[in-house]
């Protein structure tokens, strides 16, 4: 596997050849090692237009090439250009470098990227985006043009451009191919300079259904009969990143009728759907979650989603609501679905209102698929990781009668084990093996999820 990580680009190596002569042959050294020349390359490389003549001292010199797509080889020989054009020029507002902040953006947004890190570093800054939840390196540039695009980056903020010595944080919106896209922006200064992170909030663009996550047609059906409660408590559970709130997103939005009052409470909004009534909690003036808890029924919702059941008082009022005509939807941090029985137990719920409220617990980790371009091999659209993209492996357990009373009387988790195998309860491992078979994902990925 290639760590991209290790090849930091050469400014002197760029600096010797004509941006014109790069781009027409699409090429981009990167590093001379004495032995190797390293070179960004496509397959519409003329690799014979590479002029040697600067590098050549050593007789040995070979030429490794590392194989990238045509659109990504040109995107970033004109980066570096812009880059350098950008410090050349240094006045801020320029063409040059609103170019280079929308193709970095415009990148972000089509590799699916959750947030964008420009990074300082002792001698070179790099641009990171976190993928599927990873963080992937794009480009290295000269240290000296961090001041350009931090101050470009505040001025579209509204932010003091002045100030790089105390963290600053604030959003601003951006026109991508005449699509509107809001960031979040947040600056650091680090012992190198300053580090700056841009969440990317895909705002209104939230479009997703549960069979574009992921989800395996056998667990779709078992959702769809979720859809269809007139009452009860549904849970979601899984640890941080398990991508629960996406899944509760989805839900809410396929219940999303002119017929029904929707009501969240969220800490914070996270997408915001048209129609529906979302509570952004607010600590700091006192909009606090037990506050809201504590007043939503008031505001007669048919359906209720609690971002998260973080305590007994938050479980009692879920229990009470789901009791009493609501559907009420929340996620819980717990490992599997049977798991979260105890755990509510644990948080001192009474037996008798969560046998009866209880409807359906609902279990989910992501997995990496494997990257359908090279299917393992490597390549420049995986970024040389084998994965790209997530999918959903999860466990949907229905608490039947049978559950329900075992639920009433205390029983102990093997019992309820025990039957969850004579009913052939498919959980979330038998959902990746699937995921396996299907050739989605590797065995290795989805033990390491588990
Ligand atoms: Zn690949």
Known sequence: MKELFNNIIDYNLIENYSFEKLKQSLILPIRLDGVYLNIFSCNDSQVENLDTKYLIKNFYLKKEFILFFLDDIENRIRLYNLSILCIKKSEINSKYIEE??????????????????????????????????ILKLFYIFKKSFITVISSYLKMISNLDITQNRLPLDSSFSYYIEKVKYDFRISTMPTIYGESI????????????????????????????????????????????????STTLYSII???????????????????????????????????????????????????????????????????????????????IHANNSIETVFRLIDLKADKYLLSSTLKYIISQRLILNLC??????????????????????????????????????????????????????????????????????????????L
């Open 100 to 133: 280079f902040i929308n193709k970095i953006l415009f990148k972000a947004i089509t590799l699916r990227s959750s947030d964008i890190h420009i990074e300082s570093l002792e001698n070179s800054i790099v641009i990171r985006y976190r993928i599927d939840g």
């Open 197 to 244: 992170v841009l969440r990317v909030l895909h705002s209104n663009k939230v479009k997703k259904d549960l069979k574009t996550l992921g989800f395996s047609s056998d667990m779709f059906s078992k959702v769809e009969k979720i859809l269809r409660l007139n009452q009860g408590l549904v849970l979601i559970s899984g640890p941080t990143g398990s991508g629960k």
């Open 253 to 331: 939005q396929m219940l999303n009728t002119q017929h029904k009052k929707i009501i969240t409470i969220e800490d914070p909004v996270e997408y915001k759907i048209p129609q529906v009534q979302q509570v952004n909690i607010q600590d700091e003036i006192g909009l606090s979650f037990d506050k809201v808890l504590k007043n939503i029924l008031r505001q007669d919702p048919d359906i209720i989603l609690i971002g998260e059941i973080r305590d007994s008082y938050s479980l009692q009022i879920a229990l009470q609501a789901s009791l009493t005509g609501h559907i009420v939807f929340a996620s």
């Open 372 to 449: 359908k371009y090279c299917k393992g091999k490597g390549c420049s659209r995986c970024n040389f990781t084998f994965y790209s993209g997530r999918s959903c492996i999860a466990e949907v357990l229905n608490i039947d009668n049978n559950i329900s009373s075992m639920i009433l009387k205390g029983s102990a988790l093997n019992e309820i084990n025990e039957y969850l195998k004579q009913i052939n309860f498919k959980t979330m491992l038998d959902d990746g093996i699937l995921k396996v078979e299907e050739n989605i994902t590797t065995l290795d990925e989805v033990y390491k999820v």
